[in-house]
């Protein structure tokens, strides 16, 4: 679930020098690192941290010939699906090229919660996870992306090929300012109930380095399906997943 300490940074400055006489060259080899700090989680517009702030960072790999690795991590609540879990672990990898003003960009990636315990929703397997293939094609500063769910999705019985299409933008406003905006829409499969449309809008603005940004966060969540269960947690408090909120963060790439 990875997701927005990319998108932020794209949307830092980019400084060009204005007399430059020749373009250094591409690296062979590429290692970067993300830190973020967020006031809350949300994963396709589902609050994955019952509206607690959430500590993600990772890092990424890439070639020169547009293979590239990752890893991204992310603390979670065991109240938005996965029971005795508090860590999310994302491990993906691809292939992306550009054409021009175009990109191309496959991949796969599986999300891991270790420690949670899927055999508490009633299912008879370890820790929650999920598996999905993903194909993007961008141009200039929109992006548009489909995931497709090879496994059950993060362990819902017989969900596997549910799927997820998004349109992503973060433009480039200058002086360190930029705008960004998603919508996006699951296909549950054999859970209609739980098909959903979610969008964002945000501002950032970078400050030596750092990305300061604020979004607003919503979607159309069957309230019913997507209501955190007091089985799930100590206590008895239960919380719209889905609800509209405010997300605050500061990040930073290395």
């Given at each position: 679930?990875?997701k927005?300490?990319?998108?932020?940074?794209?949307?830092?400055?980019?400084?060009?020098?204005?007399?430059?006489e020749?373009?250094?060259?591409?690296?062979?080899?590429?290692l970067?690192?993300?830190?973020?700090l967020?006031?809350?989680?949300?994963?396709?517009?589902?609050?994955q941290?019952?509206g607690?702030?959430?500590?993600?960072?990772?890092f990424?790999?890439?070639?020169?010939?547009?293979?590239?690795?990752?890893?991204?991590?992310?603390?979670?609540s065991?109240?938005?699906?996965?029971p005795?879990?508090?860590?999310?672990?994302?491990?993906?990898?691809?292939?992306?090229?550009?054409?021009?003003?175009?990109?191309?960009?496959?991949?796969?990636?599986?999300?891991?919660?270790?420690?949670?315990?899927?055999?508490?929703?009633?299912?008879?397997?370890?820790a929650?996870?999920?598996?999905?293939?993903?194909?993007?094609?961008?141009?200039?500063?929109?992006?548009?992306?489909?995931?497709?769910?090879?496994?059950?999705?993060f362990?819902?019985?017989?969900?596997?090929?549910?799927?997820?299409?998004?349109?992503?933008?973060?433009?480039?406003?200058?002086n360190?300012?930029?705008?960004?905006?998603?919508?996006?829409?699951?296909?549950?499969?054999?859970?209609?109930?739980?098909?959903?449309?979610?969008?964002?809008?945000?501002?950032?603005?970078?400050?030596?380095?750092?990305?300061i940004g604020?979004?607003?966060?919503?979607?159309?969540a069957?309230?019913?399906?997507?209501?955190?269960?007091?089985?799930?947690?100590?206590?008895?408090d239960?919380?719209?997943?889905?609800?509209?909120?405010?997300?605050?963060?500061?990040?930073?790439?290395?």
């Amino acid at each position: 679930m990875k997701k927005s300490l990319i998108a932020l940074a794209l949307v830092g400055v980019f400084a060009v020098p204005a007399f430059a006489e020749e373009a250094a060259p591409t690296p062979e080899h590429t290692l970067t690192g993300n830190l973020g700090l967020f006031t809350s989680y949300r994963f396709r517009g589902i609050d994955q941290t019952f509206g607690k702030p959430a500590l993600q960072g990772g890092f990424d790999y890439s070639h020169s010939s547009g293979i590239y690795l990752g890893n991204w991590n992310s603390n979670v609540s065991q109240t938005a699906g996965y029971p005795d879990g508090n860590l999310e672990m994302d491990f993906y990898g691809g292939y992306k090229t550009t054409f021009g003003d175009f990109g191309l960009d496959v991949g796969g990636l599986y999300y891991y919660y270790p420690g949670s315990r899927g055999q508490t929703l009633g299912l008879n397997r370890g820790a929650v996870d999920n598996g999905e293939l993903y194909i993007a094609g961008t141009w200039k500063f929109l992006t548009l992306k489909y995931s497709y769910a090879v496994t059950d999705y993060f362990s819902l019985p017989d969900s596997d090929g549910s799927s997820y299409l998004e349109l992503n933008a973060a433009y480039d406003l200058g002086n360190g300012w930029g705008i960004n905006g998603h919508a996006g829409h699951l296909w549950l499969k054999n859970y209609s109930v739980g098909d959903y449309t979610d969008w964002k809008l945000g501002v950032t603005k970078d400050i030596g380095g750092f990305v300061i940004g604020l979004s607003y966060v919503d979607t159309n969540a069957d309230k019913t399906f997507y209501t955190s269960s007091p089985a799930m947690h100590s206590g008895g408090d239960t919380k719209n997943l889905g609800r509209a909120t405010a997300v605050l963060s500061v990040s930073k790439t290395f």
